[in-house]
């Protein structure tokens, strides 16, 4: 009994987790913190610790613990310092994200009642990103009242722009299991309004107008396409209809096309020299610099300035970078060139190898029965592991938080599958 009290109160934690990453990030963490301590007691009680044993979390616990040994706050020689006391914090507490992971995976969504409520969080998740951008381009102002972010992006229910990437993580989790069973209707009437659903779900990527949100709808709805043959009209069509709202953005919504188009073309004709190139050739060299152990997590952020770091990288025609171009932000902007300037090759290697772990995991099975709900969580992960994209810190709870959400959702849905292969994820209770 206590057992069953306890994975009660650690999912209604975890089902808080989405709320709290989308309007309240301390909640989200209490709830993550409470949804470990609580698996970790269930583990011990039960004496059930095999899931230590599966192979992701090996290999996630050998670069932690290199990416720990990398941000000791203790002077490296001939490097100075790899490490400074609270990115040697922030790395120790990034355990947290792996528990939560594992805990998901082996405990809290093993049971399809448990996997169906979260896949409804999921998706008024979406949903609300999604009205809260078309209210924003339609009246001007979301419902807290914040207009468009300055460069013309959709902020959606957010007060700066994060809506893009976050709104194509979740997507395809929240469209295709619905538009599954649109098509499994008899008739016309509900093919016509999965159809819909794919379009408007483009359209509305589009009209966001940030890069990487297009670009990962982009990559998502060729993925659905490959798993599900009957979304492949509805997936041709849906970027057509995509296409043409970009085109006709210059009407509808100039500054969206200032950004998709105009910056995109500049970034791309120049990029060495852009922000973005700025920030990468920066972040490579610092990791060339310290190669075996980089500079400790964080380590971006707090020596990036040095001018140690100006040189570029002549052996590929870059140039000395620049300080006044923005090479010097929060963080390096991809996972794996963070991953390489915190803790050199080894890290790299180590993170890298995790990725692939992480990728690959939730393909088992998926080719031979292609189940909605674990096609959209595989494009979910995908998006996140992307190696060519611009991203947030890794693992920081504000977009990382989701990350693990449904990497734990994916990997409890594949163990499930692989069992049980006539386990409908949704409908069996």
């Excluded at 040994?69 to 310092?81: E, H, T």
């Excluded at 057509?240 to 500049?266: D, N, R, Y």
Aim: with cysteine; proline share 7%.
């Amino acid at each position: 009994m206590l057992d069953k009290r306890l994975r009660q109160i650690a999912l209604f934690a975890t089902l808080l987790v989405p709320l709290g990453l989308l309007h309240a990030f301390v909640m989200a963490e209490i709830c993550v913190a409470i949804t470990d301590i609580l698996f970790l007691v269930h583990s011990a009680r039960t004496g059930g610790f095999a899931w230590v044993k599966r192979p992701w979390f090996i290999v996630a616990l050998l670069w932690w613990g290199w990416l720990m040994i990398c941000s000791l706050p203790l002077p490296w020689p001939g490097f100075g310092v790899a490490g400074w006391l609270l990115g040697f914090a922030q790395a120790v507490v990034v355990i947290r994200l792996l528990l939560f992971t594992a805990a998901l995976q082996n405990w809290l969504l093993t049971s399809a009642r448990a996997r169906r409520v979260a896949w409804i969080v999921l998706a008024l998740s979406a949903a609300w990103i999604g009205l809260e951008s078309w209210q924003q381009y339609l009246t001007g102002t979301n419902i807290f009242g914040d207009p468009r972010w300055v460069d013309g992006s959709l902020t959606g229910p957010f007060w700066k722009p994060r809506a893009g990437p976050l709104y194509a993580h979740l997507l395809f989790v929240a469209l295709l299991p619905v538009v599954a069973a649109l098509f499994a209707r008899p008739g016309w009437r509900g093919r016509v309004a999965g159809l819909a659903l794919v379009v408007l779900g483009a359209a509305t990527a589009v009209l966001i107008g940030q890069r990487m949100g297009v670009a990962l709808t982009g990559m998502g709805l060729v993925v659905a396409a490959f798993f599900m043959p009957r979304l492949r009209l509805p997936a041709i069509l849906a970027v057509v209809v995509g296409v043409a709202v970009l085109l006709a953005t210059p009407v509808i919504s100039p500054a969206t096309h200032g950004k998709l188009v105009g910056e995109t073309t500049h970034n791309f004709d120049h990029f060495s020299k852009s922000p973005y190139g700025e920030i990468f050739t920066r972040a490579t060299v610092m990791g060339l610099q310290s190669p075996w152990h980089g500079w400790g997590y964080n380590g971006y952020r707090v020596d990036c300035h040095l001018p140690r770091f100006d040189p570029g990288l002549p052996w590929l025609g870059i140039g000395p970078t620049s300080l006044q171009k923005a090479a010097c932000i929060l963080q390096p902007q991809n996972f794996y060139i963070q991953s390489f300037a915190d803790a050199g090759f080894p890290g790299l290697i180590l993170f890298t190898a995790l990725m692939l772990i992480w990728t690959f995991q939730p393909l088992r099975g998926l080719l031979r029965r292609p189940d909605p709900l674990r096609v959209g969580l595989f494009i979910a992960v995908l998006n996140f592991t992307w190696p060519i994209a611009s991203t947030d810190e890794f693992p920081t709870m504000y977009m990382l938080g989701w990350f693990f959400f449904v990497l734990g959702f994916a990997l409890a849905c594949t163990d499930i599958a692989v069992k049980s292969p006539e386990t409908d994820m949704l409908k069996n209770g």
